[in-house]
């Protein structure tokens, strides 16, 4: 049993003899389960009060870059801003950096003038290119540590990634819609932002695995591209369901579902179910309006928690969160949650 402790220290928190707890961290003959389990249990208090100790009065600058539109980056924000106190007593100070779109190279640029300013973190949400695998390596050489959030870039050395299970969202996505859709359904519309993003790529690959696997006779009629921006994301929709009026069900894996449902509307289709992800201010409106079907929703709060509790672990401060990944909930217009179910503001790109 590994330890840095004195024998003495373990005892008093033990409340075991200094001969016992030797005999425990030797595996020696003639110990009990319990006893063993209770130097454990000793050694795991004393290690959480170091950690306690060492958090007190220090201060962490943690940086949150974002690449999505402004109604999700706001979220983002609220969220992160929210869970501060339950850090303390490490003072956590959050350097937020957001862009509705951010092409790889003005990413690496980014990172790197965080590497050379010096930070404790980096959360970051930023699609998976070999430039910005590039750049998370270099920040893990200057001990920074990055944890992608909300969508993975799995091939590079990130310590972690907090957010949703994307492809198993995307399978739940697609049982949901077979259940609206009924069994003379031929084609059902997918919108991705960018198909460079991992998560909402997980996604669609989720998706289209359990579609594949419960209904192949579903065409599958994919208008991704927009950025999750409702004016770009509007015509990619509009472009493919000019000429293709039976669409059974959508599902947005990347917003702007405003303009999607408009540009539904101009073309006079009139899909069975229409499934999203993330309860913001627009799917909020859209779902008491009984334009949506359902939401598959995710804690922001738990998720930037998770993600600021793995820097801070990182660094010796405090534990790692056991569940960095998000549980699923399906929202619909019978049980949108009391608390942001009030008056919203007014929503833009």
Do not use: W
Not at 30 to 55: F, G, K, M, N, Y
Not at 121 to 134: M, Q, S, Y
Not at 222 to 240: F, P
């Amino acid at each position: 049993m590994t330890h840095r402790f004195p024998i003495k220290e373990i005892a008093v928190q033990s409340g075991l003899s200094t001969a016992t707890v030797d005999r425990v961290l030797n595996d020696r003959a003639h110990v009990s389960p319990q006893t063993r389990l209770r130097v454990a249990d000793a050694i795991a208090e004393l290690e959480r009060q170091e950690s306690q100790l060492a958090a007190k009065g220090r201060r962490v600058f943690i940086d949150v870059v974002i690449e999505a539109p402004r109604r999700f980056s706001r979220e983002v924000r609220e969220a992160g801003e929210a869970v501060l106190a339950d850090l303390k007593p490490i003072a956590v100070r959050s350097r937020f950096q957001t862009f509705e779109t951010m092409t790889p190279e003005t990413c690496v640029a980014l990172l790197n003038r965080i590497r050379k300013r010096g930070s404790q973190g980096v959360c970051l949400k930023a699609r998976d290119t070999p430039e910005i695998r590039n750049a998370i390596a270099d920040l893990n050489r200057k001990h920074i540590p990055v944890v992608t959030i909300f969508t993975d870039i799995p091939a590079s050395e990130r310590i972690a990634y907090a957010g949703l299970d994307n492809f198993n969202a995307g399978r739940t996505a697609a049982y949901l819609m077979l259940n609206l859709i009924g069994s003379q359904a031929s084609t059902v519309l997918t919108t991705l932002s960018q198909h460079a993003f991992q998560g909402e790529e997980d996604r669609y690959r989720g998706f289209r695995k359990e579609l594949s696997r419960l209904r192949p006779d579903i065409d599958v009629l994919d208008a991704s591209g927009g950025g999750g921006l409702n004016l770009a994301t509007g015509r990619e929709v509009a472009d493919r369901v000019r000429h293709k009026q039976e669409i059974a069900g959508v599902y947005s894996m990347g917003g702007g579902n405003v303009a999607i449902l408009n540009a539904l509307d101009a073309a006079a289709v009139r899909p069975s179910a229409f499934i999203v992800h993330d309860l913001d201010e627009d799917n909020l409106e859209l779902l008491k309006a009984n334009r949506l079907s359902l939401v598959l929703h995710h804690d922001l709060k738990a998720d930037m928690l998770s993600a600021y509790r793995l820097i801070l672990a990182y660094h010796g401060l405090g534990s790692s969160p056991r569940f960095p990944t998000s549980d699923i909930s399906i929202i619909t217009p019978m049980n949108i949650p009391a608390a942001i179910s009030g008056p919203m503001k007014s929503s833009r790109d």
